[in-house]
């Protein structure tokens, strides 16, 4: 009986630790997300203003 305890105890260890995992894993691909939709948006921005330049230019 003591032996399925610590197994089952083992067990929720294991599992708190791959939420944690899983929770840092979800949380950085948003912020690598956003940084990405940053930067492609600030170019677009860029190119945009390079655009309205040249035409009123």
Do not use: F, P, T
Not at 14 to 38: E, I, N, R
């Amino acid at each position: 009986m003591v032996a399925i305890h610590g197994a089952v105890e083992i067990a929720a260890a294991v599992q708190d630790v791959l939420l944690d995992v899983l929770l840092a894993v979800a949380a950085l691909s948003v912020v690598v997300v956003l940084s990405v939709v940053a930067v492609l948006l600030a170019d677009n921005h860029k190119k945009l203003i390079k655009s309205r330049c040249c035409v009123y230019g």
